[in-house]
């Protein structure tokens, strides 16, 4: 069981290995490496596609989810019954609408995109944040993990979900 | 080998009926069913050509082609067969050429970006870049490069008759980037092992249409070290296929590939200079057969 990573795009240069060895970074901090999981890089075009398809919103993100699980509780990891239920689901990153931001504020482009990761796998596993209370909640996991992943690695990523709130 | 014919079915990617690595030229599938093993290029019907024409006791069979109606040998002194059938054909394939260079987008080849140089010889092309004293070479053949999907779909269109709906066809061919690192004092590589061998594929337009899956624009398939130089390609060398391959391993190779100007942009652009170049071959074979059926 694993990370499926997949670059649909040529816009932004990407290092996959270390995507990826940040993201199984991520998996390890919340136990869920037996889960399977998709991140597909995409370019502005794409993920305005996916957002005006499944959120009604013509404009481009940073990231999207779809969890395999619909109706977790934030936090509740699932136990299925069956070995193809080991998926958690995919996160789409937008990559390019990341890397502009990141022009902007000069920032390192691979960090901020596991900090996005981070903050898909959250909603992955049910975190959602359309009230305060949620907001909040979110919030803390996201803390948590991107502490415990600046612990092992020496970086300083902070949390996505207090820059924004259009991603779903 | 079957088992990468029987993937190849499973994905509607057409690759060589050898591996991948089939000899270092990318030999094509066709030419095993046209090539006889023992001499050059013999088509298959020259000997029953020559049976029709023989006057001796081999020509005491009579095909039914020559008492067929409709066949009606047409004497130009040339030599050769012309028939009533031949001349239509004929007439066809000018039309043919003739739409064919309405469509075409170019006469000559796109560019590639990133400094690479271009050698042709005939359906078989090779882009050459040097980086820091690497040679990078990325070799590529158009025959059998359309996937079968956008020919069924040309057919349909065809069969409607409606020339709007008929899809743009698109070459997508298989490619080997080979990486030659220069010897070094200091090299822990052995010079036999100096070319890396890396095969790849473009698994984007193996399907086609709306909801397309989420693959990679361009994946490798395998992986092999060779001796430098054109030599005997070496079947005892160890060749990695990614089928079962570690993703991590996987995606450094991606990221070394991406380093030498190998990445998403360049599958791209390869797919658009193998388009050309197939229209192009494919225009020309057109009136090589076209100047064959007519009389010259």
Redesign the interface.
């Known amino acids: 069981m ?9 816009v932004v ?5 270390r ?3 940040d993201v ?1 970074t991520l998996r390890h901090i919340l136990g869920i490496q037996k889960f399977d999981l ?1 991140v ?1 890089c995409v370019d502005n075009r794409k993920i305005q596609r996916i957002n005006n398809i499944y959120r009604k919103k013509n404009m481009p993100t940073d990231v999207l989810s779809f969890p395999f699980y619909e109706e977790l509780r934030p936090g509740k990891l699932p136990c299925p019954l069956y070995r193809d239920e080991l998926n958690l689901g ?1 996160i789409f990153l937008g990559v390019e609408y990341v890397m502009k931001q990141c022009q902007q504020q000069s920032q390192d482009l691979h960090g901020i995109l596991t900090s996005v990761t981070a903050h898909g796998i959250c909603h992955l596993l049910g975190y959602r944040h359309e009230t305060e209370e949620e907001w909040k909640e979110m919030l803390q996991k996201e803390s948590y993990i991107l502490n415990e992943f600046n612990r092992f690695t020496g970086r300083q990523l902070v949390p996505l979900t207090k820059k924004c709130s259009q991603d779903g | 080998m079957l088992k990468s014919l029987s993937r190849a079915v499973s994905t509607a990617v057409r690759i060589s009926t050898s591996t991948m690595f089939s000899a270092r030229a990318l030999q094509p599938l066709t030419r095993s069913t046209l090539c006889s093993s023992n001499s050059g290029a013999i088509r298959p019907f020259s000997r029953s050509l020559w049976m029709m024409s023989h006057n001796g006791a081999a020509s005491v069979y009579r095909p039914k082609l020559f008492s067929s109606k409709g066949f009606t040998p047409v004497s130009c002194g040339c030599g050769s067969l012309h028939t009533e059938g031949d001349k239509a054909f004929g007439n066809f394939l000018s039309d043919e050429i003739k739409e064919e260079k309405k469509i075409q987008k170019s006469n000559t080849l796109p560019k590639m970006s990133g400094g690479w140089e271009l050698q042709q010889n005939g359906t078989e092309a090779k882009l050459i870049r040097t980086i820091s004293g690497e040679k990078v070479t990325v070799t590529f053949n158009v025959n059998n490069s359309i996937p079968p999907k956008f020919e069924e779909e040309a057919e349909q269109a065809q069969g409607q008759k409606s020339a709007e709906n008929e899809p743009d066809i698109v070459s997508s061919p298989n490619f080997v980037v080979e990486v030659t690192k220069q010897a070094a004092k200091h090299s822990l590589v052995e010079s036999s092992l100096a070319s890396c061998f890396i095969a790849c594929f473009l698994p984007h337009f193996a399907i086609h249409g709306e909801g397309e899956e989420e693959s990679d624009i361009f994946a490798i398939r395998e992986v092999s070290f060779q001796p430098e130089g054109d030599v005997e390609w070496k079947e005892t060398a160890y060749t990695l296929n990614t089928d079962s391959l570690d993703w991590a391993l996987y995606d450094h190779l991606m990221d070394f590939l991406a380093d030498r100007g190998v990445d998403n942009t360049f599958a791209d652009e390869l797919i658009e200079l193998s388009t050309a170049m197939e229209h192009h071959e494919y225009i020309k074979f057109l009136e090589d057969l076209s100047g064959f059926v007519k009389c010259n």
């Not at chain 1, 694993?2 to 795009?9: A, F």
């Not at chain 1, 240069?13 to 290995?17: C, D, E, F, G, V």
Request: aromatic share 0%; net charge positive.
């Open positions: 694993g990370v499926v990573l997949r670059n649909l795009q040529n240069p990407l290092r996959r290995a995507l990826r060895k199984e998709g597909i995919d």
